[in-house]
């Protein structure tokens, strides 16, 4: 029986994408995660006494460059040679444009694969193939560069592919699901797409998906592939490598009487979160639906209830809160509140609902807002603003929630 750790994507030393993570401590937990998962990796490995790592790419994550990154990545391959396991490793598109990859001598149990393609003999049965991205961009397929498979033999290929596009990710060697099953390999050691997802069983096309998430925008629980090769079969578990685990969570406060029992229901959330999440650290970006009698308070207070829930996560235990969002209504009770044009908050409701739908407002705020976004990184622009009509969407947005800000300055004072 020979057994195989496969992941990728592990982007050591990936920056922080989250402006929500400015908890000084949080932000140490959170830089740490990548090499902390890679470690866990290894761990794996050795506990699990695999024959071989492969890596399918983005080892690094782009053109950041750390000498200390070079020697704790030595010193966890050095784990591996002692315990005489072979890392096999492709470099991605990240890697390609990282200056470590050009210069660090790695221990003699890793082999990376070039450019040109290639294939390493693992045991008598086994043999590993492997193509590297020689640049940061790989237009084409790579496939042309594989050679045969050996035939009476396992076959393992390992390719760092878009495959036919995901979203969110740009399209690098480019190729079909159909294409890999019908070159003859026992399996595809996939990379690139930081989303898990077994393309095929018979052959097995696997892509891993990243081994620790790096914000909200990759939520969840993350894990690597652990192949059991036994009398020519490949079976395929997934080993759980997250340290921190980023998680979406909703909760409906409309049955919320007042603030003690918003609190309750607070605390108990987060606790069956807690119970949820299976790694030492979790990041929650938690949303708030329903009708709410204090809703007024609730949107006049945000920040107060920001920290209260903050105080809440730590108690429930190593829980961070990313964002609070507040998609929450009023009660049916004031439903009509909002709209209501008597005495003077309805007057001043009436007057910025007025002015907020006026041309010319729409027009400066829209330039407002455009200054800040081109003040952003490109990727984080493009995201938020990838046209005008997101644009004039964001800016209503904006608008609106000010409107409603001002209103709750009144209507809290008005119902406390």
Not at 82 to 98: L, M, T
Not at 177 to 192: C, E, K, Q, S
Not at 266 to 291: C, D, F, M, Q, Y
Not at 397 to 415: C, I, S, T
């Amino acid at each position: 029986m020979i057994k195989i750790l496969h992941t990728a994507d592990i982007h050591l030393d990936s920056p922080l994408r989250s402006l929500a993570l400015r908890d000084a401590e949080l932000r140490e937990t959170v830089m740490a995660a990548s090499r902390k998962a890679f470690s866990r990796l290894v761990d794996v490995a050795l506990s699990e006494q695999v024959s071989a790592l492969l890596i399918a790419g983005d080892l690094f994550d782009g053109k950041e460059r750390s000498a200390r990154t070079g020697a704790y990545l030595t010193s966890e391959l050095d784990r591996l040679r002692a315990a005489g396991i072979k890392v096999f490793y492709i470099k991605g598109n990240h890697d390609a444009e990282n200056p470590i990859t050009g210069s660090l001598d790695l221990p003699d149990n890793v082999h990376v694969f070039d450019a040109r393609g290639g294939k390493v003999q693992l045991t008598d049965e086994v043999w590993v193939h492997g193509v590297s991205f020689a640049q940061k961009h790989a237009p084409d397929s790579l496939l042309p560069r594989f050679q045969p498979p050996v035939a009476g033999a396992v076959n393992i290929a390992m390719l760092h592919s878009s495959l036919a596009g995901a979203e969110g990710h740009d399209v690098y060697a480019p190729c079909r699901v159909a294409d890999l099953t019908a070159m003859g390999f026992d399996y595809w050691a996939l990379g690139h797409i930081h989303k898990r997802q077994v393309h095929s069983e018979a052959p097995w096309v696997v892509m891993p998906g990243i081994p620790q998430g790096r914000d909200i925008g990759e939520a969840g629980p993350k894990s690597a592939s652990l192949l059991t090769i036994e009398s020519g079969k490949i079976t395929v578990t997934e080993v759980p490598t997250s340290v921190v685990e980023f998680l979406h969570s909703t909760l409906d406060i409309t049955g919320a009487e007042d603030d003690d029992a918003l609190r309750r229901m607070l605390r108990e959330h987060l606790s069956e979160l807690r119970l949820r999440i299976s790694t030492p650290t979790g990041v929650v970006r938690l949303a708030l639906k329903g009708h709410s009698k204090r809703y007024w308070q609730i949107l006049r207070d945000r920040d107060v209830w920001t920290e209260h829930l903050c105080d809440m996560m730590r108690t429930a235990g190593d829980l961070w809160l990313d964002k609070l969002v507040l998609d929450i209504a009023p009660h049916e009770s004031d439903a009509n509140s909002a709209t209501d044009t008597t005495g003077a908050v309805g007057e001043l409701s009436a007057t910025m609902q007025a002015i907020s739908a006026e041309p010319g407002f729409a027009s400066i705020a829209q330039e407002e807002v455009t200054a800040v976004l081109q003040d952003l990184p490109p990727a984080l622009r493009a995201r938020l603003m990838p046209d005008e009509a997101a644009r004039d969407a964001l800016t209503q947005d904006l608008a609106q929630g000010g409107v409603n800000r001002v209103l709750a300055l009144m209507k809290g004072a008005e119902n406390s």
